[in-house]
């Protein structure tokens, strides 16, 4: 994954570089996160090239990022002055418990199987401070897909798959880890989609045992 994503980044960050890819609905729920995140810091988990960054920080969000790709935090830097992009793992972020007061997911557990979806959310409850918000953007539905040819149709040759959940099975996993579930949007999809969306925003248990 991280090598698919450092061959892409500079494709992906010119083709990407703002939310017109988002439907109106999903940048709802990810303002009445923003909103719920009243003070404190956000990270964006799986930040990519920084577009969901700089919509937070465009909506008055104290904001940092981390990903996987050093290719990807490169454009994120480029393309976001003034905003903290680390190199890290969702399985291993680099950050003290209790660090920030929400935690964004955007599509970002989608290239992780099943068996390693756990350890991303425990990462993420880790680092949310009790009370703290966490936002969880994916495709709905079971199984795994090749989406290699999105990317080999840029010229760019690497292997890469997608992995679908449903919103209960992700509800299920922020239970997992303290996290409640406070509301979800699950919607067809539209336009160039092939899956149904799914968003769950959950809140992390007040109490720290």
């Given at each position: 994954?991280?090598?698919?994503?450092?061959?892409?980044?500079?494709?992906?960050?010119?083709?990407?570089?703002?939310?017109?890819?988002?439907?109106?609905?999903?940048?709802?729920?990810?303002?009445?996160?923003?909103?719920?995140?009243?003070?404190?810091?956000?990270?964006?988990?799986?930040?990519?090239?920084?577009?969901?960054?700089?919509?937070?920080?465009?909506?008055?969000?104290?904001?940092?990022?981390?990903?996987?790709?050093?290719?990807?935090?490169?454009?994120?830097?480029?393309?976001?002055?003034?905003?903290?992009?680390?190199?890290?793992?969702?399985?291993?972020?680099?950050?003290?418990?209790?660090?920030?007061?929400?935690?964004?997911?955007?599509?970002?557990?989608?290239?992780?199987?099943?068996?390693?979806?756990?350890?991303?959310?425990?990462?993420?409850?880790?680092?949310?401070?009790?009370?703290?918000?966490?936002?969880?953007?994916?495709?709905?539905?079971?199984?795994?897909?090749?989406?290699?040819a999105a990317y080999s149709r840029y010229g760019h040759?690497?292997?890469?798959?997608?992995?679908?959940?449903?919103?209960?099975?992700?509800?299920?996993?922020?239970?997992?880890?303290?996290?409640?579930?406070?509301?979800?949007?699950?919607?067809?999809?539209?336009?160039?989609?092939?899956?149904?969306?799914?968003?769950?925003?959950?809140?992390?248990?007040?109490?720290?045992?």
């Open positions: 994954m991280r090598r698919a994503y450092d061959v892409v980044a500079e494709d992906y960050a010119a083709r990407l570089p703002d939310n017109r890819s988002e439907a109106a609905i999903d940048l709802a729920m990810v303002d009445a996160f923003a909103a719920a995140v009243d003070e404190g810091a956000i990270l964006d988990a799986g930040c990519g090239a920084g577009r969901m960054s700089r919509y937070l920080l465009r909506r008055g969000c104290d904001v940092e990022g981390v990903d996987l790709s050093p290719g990807m935090v490169a454009m994120a830097r480029r393309d976001t002055p003034g905003v903290r992009f680390t190199v890290g793992s969702l399985a291993d972020l680099p950050y003290p418990d209790g660090s920030f007061a929400g935690v964004l997911l955007w599509y970002s557990i989608i290239h992780t199987a099943p068996a390693g979806q756990d350890r991303i959310f425990a990462e993420a409850a880790r680092v949310l401070r009790p009370g703290g918000h966490l936002l969880v953007g994916f495709q709905a539905g079971t199984g795994t897909k090749d989406v290699s040759d690497v292997e890469l798959e997608r992995h679908l959940f449903t919103a209960d099975e992700v509800a299920a996993r922020l239970e997992a880890v303290r996290v409640r579930e406070l509301t979800r949007l699950v919607r067809r999809a539209e336009g160039p989609e092939h899956d149904d969306q799914a968003i769950v925003l959950g809140r992390r248990s007040a109490q720290t045992r």
